[in-house]
């Protein structure tokens, strides 16, 4: 059902009650993204394809002929692309475009529209121009493009049309000569040096363009150069229709025009046309055209004398008023008139006059009193209707044959008749549709030969509504006749707001064709040849304007001159022409009633002037043979820029001007407004460099200053006589305090000064920032050269510590190895000679106290055993101190270091005072005594209980034994010096303390005098 609705549609309508299903075949297949417009195949929309979707489009839409792709799907456009779509003619891609390639002939495209894309190198956009030969129409619009041009001129030669608005174009290379459209609007450029010279189209709007010259371009109807920047402007265009100035910042403008016809020729022979064409085209004999291209300057200035008319003004005058709508003949008019001349006379006065025509009367039904008085009716009612705004059209078939009805010409009675061919089965006609009004023509339509209200009404939509809705504000009016077509779509006019106006119809001659395509050709042709005669300037808000010299040509229709510097218009200004729209508002005017003489031929359109003024349509003129203006005597311009000093001269005929400086009295030039002349003979050459006269007879000051304050002396001559009047001439200041801040030298004193003190605050924040910063750099490379000095220094006191610590260590090692030798050597001499004396004791001794000896010699086995064992694992712990104490002094600080000297030493001192107290051995409560704290300071565990003891409580005491750990050989003193110990020496030997055992009671007294077998010596 799906793939189905892609090809048919169902059309369900109910009709009486009876349903009814229409089946019909859909012209437009469904493809994701893409529409058709009205139901046409060959005209199809996307919006946002992907790439897959284009070969949808060429498997449905083959045969298309206009594209238009919106938000293209890739950076990149390939025209390749549409190589299979054989009918297209018009391709529109708009989106994020960078860059254009093709490879394959477009032989039948004819539009390519780019607009509004990023579009930046141009001559990627010229490769693709080889490949598309029947290319018309090009737009890049809205795009980033810097330059264009030279490339287009070879490879597009049949481009008619070329859009580069909106871009960043500032030089443009050399275009087709083929171009009658030319957009190059909002773009940077300064020159118009290659812009297409034989375009009928062109608009430079918005582009800062300073140099101008004097171009000649002889097809050009419509001229857009609003926004210039030049300050003069001068074209030559025949042919031109509308001019747009608004906003421009010209200060000269010139209409001293040549003859127009003397414009159109020129614009001929510039274009390399013979002479032989010239004469065909302007109507002229080709001997006027030889003797005008020979010398234009001097072409109509000889004066021949000839003999005088012999018909006065007034005769001339009364012939023509005979003559006019009448059908008597020149021998009945000659007969009329009192002065007796030939009938050939009559007739050159009749030609002679321009607007008498000899033409054959056509047969119309008469008139009945009912339509007369319609017509008259109507006459009344549009007496102030604006025929500019009413739009004119009907419809004219035209026949291959011959036009409907019979065909008349002179026949001559001395020749056979004539025939026109006629086609057995007829050779087809063409009914054609046509609107036109005051601002130009609606688009031509070619319509059936038998049309009715839809087919009228679906014309009008695509004609006439797109031209009012353009100019929705001008309230257009739109005119036909009667006709049943067109009485039947008052209801469709009503709906979409559309006035109305009834007009009759008018019929136009007819001529044979042989195809109907050369009558459509011709029919075109016509059309667009058409003299219009609605040429429109506008130069809106020209607030430069200061000048402007010559007369309105004549086919200028409309006229806006607003919000200029003009103090007046020269006074011919609108002799030559029947303007029907003018719009001078904004403009300063000299009031003087002789000045205002130029607001004469358009005095019911100048509102603002006649209040102003309070000028009157009956003034007369007789007293303004010769005069100057007295309103402005005092004039101003801005200091350091060209100022004009203008002068108000009138007079009949226009009086020629002359400048002059009072003081000194030097003369500057003068100006005839008949020759369009300014001459600076015996001017010097220091005044040409200040001074020149312009066109119109205005003084130009160049570059004023203080020296340019004083009164010039405008002197106006012709054949009335002479006058003369001073100009004072000062400087404006009044910018200076104007509320303009970027033209005020008052706010623009303020702003320097305060950039000035801006700039000198923040050049001192610089300064004191820099000042700073190089200080902070100096000092910081002075810290950093003091710490690495101190770095260095510390590096070094740390090595020579380490090598003191180092020695110190060694030494101290050495001094405790050499210390502990010599007490292991003084304990066992200590002990040898406390064994000797024992033993002489006990000898003495032993007989006496056989049983306190036996008891003795066990505690003293138990206690050598004990001493023994704590010898060696005290020995142990000292040499894991001792490592332990290496290690720490390696990683302790010398601070450190010393703090554990002083608590060593204290430590020390008080283990000498306890051992020195070991010297007196006569008082046992004071040996335990001493016993208790010795046991406390080398921390020893409380003496074991003896076995056999009478008394509770009663433990083994210490005994001195030859022990190394207990009684060293040297000691530091309180000052670090090393000493010998208090403990050894002659009157006492080393001892060292174990528990004493006691003796068995069954030990006999040969067993206590049993000498040991060990070698150990005995007590």
Same mark, same amino acid.
């Given at each position: 059902?799906?793939?189905?609705?892609?090809?048919?549609?169902?059309?369900?309508?109910?009709?009486?009650? %009876?349903?009814?299903?229409?089946?019909?075949?859909?012209?437009?297949?469904?493809?994701?993204?893409?529409?058709?417009?009205?139901?046409?195949?060959?005209?199809?929309?996307?919006?946002?394809?992907?790439?897959?979707?284009?070969?949808?489009?060429?498997?449905?839409?083959?045969?298309?002929?206009?594209?238009?792709?919106?938000?293209?799907?890739?950076?990149?456009?390939?025209?390749?692309?549409?190589?299979?779509?054989?009918?297209?003619?018009?391709?529109?891609?708009?989106?994020?475009?960078?860059?254009?390639?093709?490879?394959?002939?477009?032989?039948?495209?004819?539009?390519?529209?780019?607009?509004?894309?990023?579009?930046?190198?141009?001559?990627?956009?010229?490769?693709?121009?080889?490949?598309?030969?029947?290319?018309?129409?090009?737009?890049?619009?809205?795009?980033?493009?810097?330059?264009?041009?030279?490339?287009?001129?070879?490879?597009?030669?049949?481009? *008619?049309?070329?859009?580069?608005?909106?871009?960043?174009?500032?030089?443009?290379?050399?275009?087709?000569?083929?171009?009658?459209?030319?957009?190059?609007?909002?773009?940077?450029?300064?020159?118009?040096?290659?812009?297409?010279?034989?375009?009928?189209?062109?608009?430079?709007?918005?582009?800062?363009?300073?140099?101008?010259?004097?171009?000649?371009?002889?097809?050009?109807?419509?001229?857009?150069?609003?926004?210039?920047?030049?300050?003069?402007?001068?074209?030559?265009?025949?042919?031109?229709?509308?001019?747009?100035?608004?906003?421009?910042?010209?200060?000269?403008?010139?209409?001293?025009?040549?003859?127009?016809?003397?414009?159109?020729?020129?614009?001929?022979?510039?274009?390399?046309?013979?002479?032989?064409?010239?004469?065909?085209?302007?109507?002229?004999?080709?001997?006027?055209?030889?003797?005008?291209?020979?010398?234009?300057?001097?072409?109509?200035?000889?004066?021949?004398?000839?003999?005088?008319?012999?018909?006065?003004?007034?005769?001339?005058?009364?012939?023509?008023?005979?003559?006019?709508?009448?059908?008597?003949?020149?021998?009945?008019?000659?007969?009329?008139?009192?002065?007796?001349?030939?009938?050939?006379?009559?007739?050159?006065?009749?030609?002679?006059?321009?607007?008498?025509?000899? *033409?054959?009367?056509?047969?119309?039904?008469?008139?009945?009193?009912?339509?007369?008085?319609?017509?008259?009716?109507?006459?009344?009612?549009?007496?102030?209707?604006?025929?500019?705004?009413?739009?004119?059209?009907?419809?004219?078939?035209?026949?291959?044959?011959?036009?409907?009805?019979?065909?008349?010409?002179?026949?001559?009675?001395?020749?056979?008749?004539?025939?026109?061919?006629?086609?057995?089965?007829?050779?087809?006609?063409?009914?054609?549709?046509?609107?036109?009004?005051?601002?130009?023509?609606?688009?031509?339509?070619?319509?059936?030969?038998?049309?009715?209200?839809?087919?009228?009404?679906?014309?009008?939509?695509?004609?006439?509504?797109?031209?009012?809705?353009?100019?929705?504000?001008?309230?257009?009016?739109?005119?036909?006749?009667?006709?049943?077509?067109?009485?039947?779509?008052?209801?469709?006019?009503?709906?979409?707001?559309?006035?109305?106006?009834?007009?009759?119809?008018?019929?136009?001659?007819?001529?044979?064709?042989?195809?109907?395509?050369?009558?459509?050709?011709?029919?075109?042709?016509?059309?667009?040849?058409?003299?219009?005669?609605?040429?429109?300037?506008?130069?809106?808000?020209?607030?430069?304007?200061?000048?402007?010299?010559?007369?309105?040509?004549?086919?200028?229709?409309?006229?806006?001159?607003?919000?200029?510097?003009?103090?007046?218009?020269?006074?011919?200004?609108?002799?030559?022409?029947?303007?029907?729209?003018?719009?001078?508002?904004?403009?300063?005017?000299?009031?003087?009633?002789?000045?205002?003489?130029?607001?004469?031929?358009?005095?019911?359109?100048? %509102?603002?002037?006649?209040?102003?003024?309070?000028?009157?349509?009956?003034?007369?003129?007789?007293?303004?043979?010769?005069?100057?203006?007295?309103?402005?005597?005092?004039?101003?311009?801005?200091?350091?820029?060209?100022?004009?000093?203008?002068?108000?001269?009138?007079?009949?005929?226009?009086?020629?001007?002359?400048?002059?400086?009072?003081?000194?009295?030097?003369?500057?030039?003068?100006?005839?407004?008949?020759?369009?002349?300014?001459?600076?003979?015996?001017?010097?050459?220091?005044?040409?460099?200040?001074?020149?006269?312009?066109?119109?007879?205005?003084?130009?000051?160049?570059?004023?200053?203080?020296?340019?304050?004083?009164?010039?002396?405008?002197?106006?001559?012709?054949?009335?006589?002479?006058?003369?009047?001073?100009?004072?001439?000062?400087?404006?200041?009044?910018?200076?305090?104007?509320?303009?801040?970027?033209?005020?030298?008052?706010?623009?004193?303020?702003?320097?000064?305060?950039?000035?003190?801006?700039?000198?605050?923040?050049?001192?924040?610089?300064?004191?920032?820099?000042?700073?910063?190089?200080?902070?750099?100096?000092?910081?490379?002075?810290?950093?050269?003091?710490?690495?000095?101190?770095?260095?220094?510390?590096?070094?006191?740390?090595?020579?510590?380490?090598?003191?610590?180092?020695?110190?260590?060694?030494?101290?090692?050495?001094?405790?190895?050499?210390?502990?030798?010599?007490?292991?050597?003084?304990?066992?001499?200590?002990?040898?000679?406390?064994?000797?004396?024992?033993?002489?004791?006990?000898?003495?001794?032993?007989?006496?106290?056989?049983?306190?000896?036996?008891?003795?010699?066990?505690?003293?086995?138990?206690?050598?055993?004990?001493?023994?064992?704590?010898?060696?694992?005290?020995?142990?712990?000292?040499?894991?101190?001792?490592?332990?104490?290496?290690?720490?002094?390696?990683?302790?600080?010398?601070?450190?270091?010393?703090?554990?000297?002083?608590?060593?030493?204290?430590?020390?001192?008080?283990?000498?005072?306890?051992?020195?107290?070991?010297?007196?051995?006569?008082?046992?409560?004071?040996?335990?005594?001493?016993?208790?704290?010795?046991?406390?300071?080398?921390?020893?565990?409380?003496?074991?209980?003896?076995?056999?003891?009478?008394?509770?409580?009663?433990?083994?005491?210490?005994?001195?034994?030859?022990?190394?750990?207990?009684?060293?050989?040297?000691?530091?003193? %309180?000052?670090?010096?090393?000493?010998?110990?208090?403990?050894?020496?002659?009157?006492?030997?080393?001892?060292?303390?174990?528990?004493?055992?006691?003796?068995?009671?069954?030990?006999?007294?040969?067993?206590?005098?049993?000498?040991?077998?060990?070698?150990?010596?005995?007590?």
């Amino acid at each position: 059902m799906k793939a189905l609705s892609l090809l048919l549609a169902f059309h369900l309508s109910a009709s009486f009650g %009876e349903s009814l299903i229409n089946l019909t075949s859909n012209p437009c297949a469904q493809v994701l993204g893409c529409k058709c417009v009205d139901s046409k195949p060959s005209d199809v929309v996307c919006h946002s394809i992907a790439r897959e979707t284009l070969d949808d489009l060429s498997r449905f839409y083959s045969k298309a002929e206009r594209f238009r792709f919106y938000k293209w799907f890739s950076e990149s456009v390939d025209l390749d692309l549409f190589a299979n779509f054989t009918n297209l003619q018009e391709l529109w891609i708009t989106g994020y475009v960078e860059d254009v390639t093709a490879t394959k002939l477009l032989k039948r495209l004819k539009t390519l529209d780019l607009s509004e894309n990023y579009l930046q190198n141009h001559e990627k956009l010229c490769s693709v121009f080889p490949f598309l030969p029947s290319l018309q129409t090009l737009n890049v619009a809205h795009n980033l493009l810097g330059h264009f041009g030279d490339c287009a001129a070879n490879s597009t030669k049949s481009l *008619t049309a070329l859009k580069l608005n909106d871009n960043q174009i500032a030089n443009i290379g050399e275009l087709p000569t083929s171009l009658q459209l030319l957009d190059v609007s909002f773009n940077y450029l300064t020159d118009a040096r290659n812009i297409s010279r034989r375009a009928a189209n062109l608009n430079i709007s918005n582009n800062p363009i300073t140099s101008w010259k004097k171009w000649v371009f002889p097809n050009l109807v419509v001229l857009d150069a609003s926004t210039v920047a030049t300050e003069s402007f001068s074209i030559e265009g025949p042919l031109l229709q509308t001019l747009y100035l608004d906003n421009a910042k010209l200060r000269f403008l010139n209409f001293h025009l040549d003859n127009t016809e003397k414009a159109v020729i020129d614009a001929l022979l510039n274009n390399g046309l013979s002479h032989r064409e010239i004469a065909r085209q302007t109507g002229r004999s080709r001997r006027t055209i030889d003797r005008y291209a020979r010398n234009p300057q001097e072409y109509g200035t000889a004066i021949h004398s000839g003999r005088h008319r012999l018909l006065s003004v007034q005769a001339e005058r009364d012939v023509c008023r005979k003559a006019s709508n009448s059908t008597k003949s020149a021998n009945q008019i000659r007969s009329e008139i009192p002065v007796n001349v030939s009938k050939d006379t009559i007739l050159r006065t009749i030609h002679r006059s321009g607007r008498l025509v000899n *033409t054959p009367m056509k047969a119309a039904p008469r008139l009945q009193q009912r339509h007369k008085n319609e017509r008259l009716q109507f006459a009344r009612s549009n007496m102030a209707t604006d025929w500019n705004k009413i739009i004119f059209s009907d419809e004219k078939k035209f026949n291959l044959d011959a036009p409907d009805g019979y065909a008349h010409y002179w026949r001559d009675l001395r020749k056979d008749p004539m025939y026109f061919s006629k086609r057995n089965f007829g050779g087809g006609s063409l009914m054609v549709w046509a609107a036109f009004c005051g601002n130009g023509t609606v688009a031509l339509s070619f319509i059936g030969t038998r049309t009715n209200s839809q087919d009228y009404q679906q014309l009008l939509a695509q004609h006439l509504l797109p031209y009012l809705r353009r100019r929705r504000r001008a309230n257009m009016i739109y005119q036909q006749d009667n006709a049943s077509v067109h009485n039947s779509t008052l209801a469709w006019f009503a709906a979409n707001n559309v006035v109305l106006l009834d007009w009759p119809a008018v019929n136009a001659n007819a001529k044979q064709y042989t195809t109907v395509n050369d009558l459509k050709r011709a029919i075109r042709a016509e059309w667009d040849g058409l003299d219009k005669s609605l040429l429109q300037i506008s130069a809106k808000n020209t607030r430069n304007l200061e000048v402007l010299s010559g007369s309105l040509p004549p086919r200028v229709n409309q006229l806006f001159l607003t919000n200029t510097k003009l103090r007046a218009l020269p006074q011919n200004f609108f002799a030559s022409t029947n303007i029907s729209t003018v719009d001078l508002s904004g403009n300063d005017f000299d009031c003087d009633s002789c000045v205002l003489r130029w607001a004469q031929p358009v005095f019911s359109q100048l %509102e603002d002037l006649k209040a102003k003024c309070k000028l009157n349509q009956t003034a007369s003129f007789d007293n303004c043979t010769l005069g100057i203006s007295k309103e402005r005597q005092i004039q101003r311009g801005l200091y350091g820029t060209d100022s004009i000093i203008t002068c108000a001269a009138y007079g009949n005929p226009m009086p020629s001007i002359k400048w002059y400086r009072y003081r000194p009295v030097e003369y500057l030039g003068s100006y005839d407004p008949q020759t369009d002349k300014v001459d600076t003979t015996n001017v010097s050459e220091s005044a040409k460099k200040l001074y020149s006269v312009t066109s119109g007879g205005q003084l130009l000051l160049k570059n004023v200053n203080r020296s340019s304050i004083e009164r010039y002396i405008c002197v106006a001559e012709n054949m009335n006589g002479i006058v003369y009047e001073p100009i004072h001439f000062r400087l404006d200041y009044t910018n200076w305090y104007s509320l303009n801040i970027f033209n005020s030298v008052f706010w623009g004193g303020l702003a320097t000064a305060f950039l000035v003190c801006a700039v000198s605050f923040l050049f001192n924040i610089t300064w004191i920032l820099t000042r700073k910063s190089i200080l902070w750099w100096i000092q910081r490379a002075e810290r950093l050269s003091r710490v690495r000095k101190m770095v260095e220094a510390m590096e070094k006191y740390r090595a020579r510590q380490m090598e003191s610590l180092h020695d110190k260590y060694t030494k101290r090692v050495q001094l405790v190895s050499d210390n502990y030798h010599q007490q292991v050597e003084a304990l066992r001499i200590s002990y040898t000679a406390q064994a000797d004396k024992f033993r002489d004791y006990r000898t003495a001794q032993m007989g006496a106290v056989s049983a306190q000896l036996d008891n003795i010699r066990d505690n003293y086995n138990s206690q050598l055993a004990r001493v023994r064992e704590y010898g060696s694992k005290r020995a142990e712990q000292l040499w894991e101190s001792y490592e332990r104490q290496v290690n720490r002094m390696r990683a302790f600080s010398l601070q450190q270091r010393l703090k554990l000297m002083r608590q060593y030493k204290v430590k020390q001192r008080y283990l000498n005072k306890l051992l020195e107290s070991f010297q007196d051995t006569s008082n046992p409560e004071e040996m335990l005594k001493h016993e208790e704290e010795v046991r406390a300071a080398l921390e020893l565990p409380e003496a074991p209980p003896l076995a056999d003891a009478d008394l509770p409580g009663s433990a083994a005491h210490l005994s001195r034994t030859s022990s190394f750990l207990s009684l060293p050989e040297y000691v530091i003193d %309180e000052e670090g010096f090393r000493r010998p110990s208090p403990l050894t020496g002659a009157s006492s030997s080393a001892v060292r303390f174990a528990p004493i055992q006691p003796v068995p009671k069954s030990t006999t007294k040969s067993e206590l005098e049993k000498p040991r077998s060990d070698s150990s010596p005995q007590p």
